[in-house]
Nanobody
Framework: QVQLVESGGGLVQAGGSLRLSCAASGRTFSSYGLGWFRQAPGKEREFVAAINWSGHSTYYADSVKGRFTISRDYAKNTVYLQMNSLKPEDTAVYTC??????????????WGQGTQVTVSS
């Protein structure tokens, strides 16, 4: 079984940075990957970024390209989401999910509890 635990969320001013972590346990993903999603109040859950476990393929939503970077650490079985130049519209609960790299949340079987990111003006 797979367990996913997010951390690193918090309150930050617009233009600031945060790094989210998603620690995976129970099973490794050599062929599939891990994705980040977010959901703001009153909005549908949306895809943010995804990475193959090998780290050779990454995917980003247009809204975060050039600002967010997804990466992984094999030793820690952890995927990171480095978020720079944060905007108030980035405010949401961020959740990691596995094992896939599609943009459809229904393609993912395992989900973390989520971590709140709040960007103030």
């Amino acid at each position: 079984q797979v367990q996913l635990v997010e951390s690193g969320g918090g309150l930050v001013q617009a233009g600031g940075s945060l790094r989210l972590s998603c620690a995976a346990s129970g099973r490794t993903f050599s062929s599939y990957g891990l994705g980040w999603f977010r959901q703001a109040p009153g909005k549908e859950r949306e895809f943010v970024a995804a990475i193959n476990w090998s780290g050779h393929s990454t995917y980003y939503a247009d809204s975060v390209k050039g600002r967010f970077t997804i990466s992984r650490d094999y030793a820690k079985n952890t995927v990171y989401l480095q978020m720079n130049s944060l905007k108030p519209e980035d405010t949401a609960v961020y959740t990691c999910a596995a094992p896939g790299i599609t943009t459809n949340p229904r393609d993912y079987d395992y989900w973390g509890q989520g971590t709140q990111v709040t960007v103030s003006s």
